[in-house]
Nanobody, 122 residues
Framework: QVQLVESGGGLVQAGGSLRLSCAAS????????WGWFRQAPGKEREFVAA????????YYADSVKGRFTISRDNAKNTVYLQMNSLEPGDTAVYYC???????????????WGQGTQVTVSS
């Protein structure tokens, strides 16, 4: 059984940085992609970033391009989201996800973490 556990959320002032981590256990060698999604209060869950596990190609939502960086360490079965220049609009619960399907930006991932809260104060 695959499990994803996020860490690294918290409270930060606007302009600050946070680094989220997501560690996977179980069968991970055949993942196609890792993704990060977020859900703000009263809003639907939205795509943030994705990375293909093997080739490392990355994809970003327009709202975070140039500020966020997704990376992975396959040896550690871990994916990261470095978030810089944070804005109050980035406040949300951030979810890590992994999939064996050939998808990247849609929310149809196979496995999801429990979520970690990121709060950006103005």
């Amino acid at each position: 059984q695959v499990q994803l556990v996020e860490s690294g959320g918290g409270l930060v002032q606007a302009g600050g940085s946070l680094r989220l981590s997501c560690a996977a256990s179980g069968r991970t060698f055949d993942f196609y992609a890792w993704g990060w999604f977020r859900q703000a209060p009263g809003k639907e869950r939205e795509f943030v970033a994705a990375i293909q596990r093997n080739v490392g190609s990355t994809y970003y939502a327009d709202s975070v391009k140039g500020r966020f960086t997704i990376s992975r360490d396959n040896a550690k079965n871990t994916v990261y989201l470095q978030m810089n220049s944070l804005e109050p609009g980035d406040t949300a619960v951030y979810y890590c996800a992994a999939t064996r399907r050939r998808i990247l930006t849609s929310s149809g991932y196979d496995y999801w973490g429990q979520g970690t809260q990121v709060t950006v104060s103005s």
